[in-house]
């Protein structure tokens, strides 16, 4: 699990979501999450920022979470399946917020002013 991973309660478990595994960051690289202004996790990133996002920012953050988690893929797609398609966006938007901003901050306490500066 990389310092970017996020343990969440939800969709009647507790998950592991960690876009900073080395698999997801190579699926990253090449693919990132195509959307309005460019598919680097950036771009996405700035997409929930702004109330941007789409459903399918929603479900790609959340799946390749999962999977960088430990989940395999078929599974994180039945969750994907379960628990996300025709399924209110606002909740499932805060999750991937949530999966897609630790990828850029790691753990809550992993920030020093030390390390900052």
């Known amino acids: 699990m990389s310092d970017c ?3 969440i309660e939800w969709a ?3 998950h592991t979501f960690d876009l900073g595994h080395p ?3 190579k699926v990253l690289s090449f ?3 195509p959307g309005s202004g460019g598919s680097s996790p950036a771009a996405c990133l700035a997409r929930f920022e702004n109330q941007n996002y789409t459903a399918d920012d929603i479900e790609a953050v959340i799946r390749l979470g999962l999977i960088g988690g430990g989940m395999d893929e078929a599974a994180a797609q039945a969750v994907i399946i379960n628990h996300v398609y025709g ?3 606002g909740p499932l938007a805060i999750i991937a917020f949530e999966v897609l901003g630790a ?3 790691g753990k809550p306490d992993a920030i020093s002013t030390d390390e900052a500066a």
Do not use: S
């Open 31 to 33: 693919r990132g999450f």
């Open 23 to 25: 698999w997801i960051a």
């Open 103 to 105: 990828l850029f901050v």
């Open 87 to 89: 399924k209110p966006l």
């Open 12 to 14: 009647g478990g507790t």
């Open 5 to 7: 991973a996020r343990i």
